[in-house]
């Protein structure tokens, strides 16, 4: 019964990242002359999906020192990640409006990789 319900919310959890990145995508391609508003959007997402991603996961991201935290001041907020959900909690963390950077290899995954070319993040 366990592995059903892990298979489950492994086909729930694709099916909502596919559909939310066809309809990021459409949306980005209609802001492309606007960088920031990109940016925000995406942002915005990765917000709900890393959040939802955490859920369906059963995990919990105890943040401490988020007072310090103040989106009026230049930062940089540095992340080593070991996989492609980390890059979803990672900007979850962040700041709205928060640019990010990754390699060039990022582009290649499916959906992924599709959506950080069009948002207007760096690479």
């Known amino acids: 019964m366990k592995r059903i319900k892990s298979w489950f919310k492994l086909f729930v959890g694709m099916t909502a990242l596919a559909i939310t990145a066809l309809v990021i995508c459409t949306l980005l391609i209609l802001l492309l002359p606007f960088r920031g508003a990109r940016i925000r959007l995406c942002n915005h997402t990765s917000h709900v999906v890393g959040r939802f991603l955490l859920w ?57 990789g599709w959506i950080y070319f069009l948002s207007g993040h760096l690479w």
């Open 56 to 112: 369906m996961g059963g995990c919990k991201t105890p943040l401490t020192g988020r007072e310090l935290l103040d989106p009026k001041r230049p930062a940089i907020y540095a992340s080593n990640h070991a996989s492609a959900v980390d890059i979803f909690v990672s900007i979850s963390l962040a700041p709205t409006g928060t640019a990010g950077v990754a390699k060039k290899e990022l582009l290649r995954i499916p959906f992924l």
